[in-house]
């Protein structure tokens, strides 16, 4: 069975350098292959992993509409237009949800959608998705349980907030939520919100600031390439090991 993971947290926290470097923390721990789910609509995940722009899920919702009748004919389309969206890699390979829907009635076409997004899910050792500021797809429930859910957040008492929030939120909604994580990206200093008992769950890491992702991502290099001189990327590989082993700093 897959491990999921889902990345969220308020707009402009870096949940996508934070969903890359996660990939990149997995694959270096000997977790592979790797699915990556860009579930903002304005998808940019590719751009971190050095993979081509990915044609969106949200067409299919209108493409399949518009196809032949006949739920096993829509069933069966549907698979081939899920697997022809899929950007492959060499141990990880990414799809992208698109845009949002239109004003029809997409009930019976996100049913499909989903199990179609499950079977694919199962295909891979782990899956991570990246989230937009939100948490529309959770909602949606296009992925049918969730392992990990990965809040990112700044530790200032708005990005606490918003990250309780958005737990909240999931608890509410009932999601299928196996454990929550607070991953703090670029913390003021270095002691700042790091001690646990004051968090209001359980610490993940605290990404420290690194000067050199920006000139890795200005080079066009993937972050799945990144060398563990890295600081951040050091982090998460530490992260990563104790998510793995269900461990809270």
């Not at 003021?188 to 769950?201: T, V």
Request: charged fraction near 20%; hydrophobic fraction near 45%; charge should be neutral.
């Amino acid at each position: 069975m897959s491990l999921l993971i889902a990345v969220a947290g308020k707009g402009g926290v870096g949940k996508t350098t934070c969903s890359a470097l996660l990939l990149r923390a997995l694959l270096a721990s000997g977790v592979r292959p790797l699915l990556a789910v860009d579930a903002d609509p304005n998808a940019n995940l590719h751009v971190l992993l050095g993979f081509p722009s990915p044609k969106g899920l949200g067409s299919v919702r209108e493409e399949l509409l518009e196809g032949p009748g006949g739920a096993a004919s829509k069933e069966e389309l549907l698979e081939a237009m899920v697997q022809q969206r899929v950007v492959e890699g060499n141990d990880v390979d990414l799809i992208a949800m698109g845009r949002g829907e239109g004003p029809g009635c997409y009930c019976f076409v996100n049913n499909l959608l989903r199990r179609s997004l499950s079977r694919l899910a199962g295909g891979y050792a782990a899956v991570v998705v990246d989230n937009e500021a939100g948490m529309e797809h959770l909602s949606r429930r296009n992925l049918r349980r969730i392992d990990h859910l990965v809040l990112v957040a700044d530790p200032s008492p708005r990005g606490m907030s918003a990250a309780c929030a958005i737990r909240d939120l999931a608890a509410d909604l009932s999601l299928p939520v196996g454990k929550s994580w607070l991953l703090l990206n670029r913390p003021y200093s270095a002691g700042d919100g790091g001690d646990a008992p004051s968090l209001p769950f359980p610490l993940l890491a605290a990404i420290p600031h690194d000067p050199s992702l920006p000139a890795w991502e200005a080079d066009g290099r993937s972050f799945l390439d990144l060398g563990d001189g890295s600081p951040a990327a050091s982090c998460m590989a530490g992260a990563i090991r104790n998510l793995l082993a269900g461990k809270a700093r």
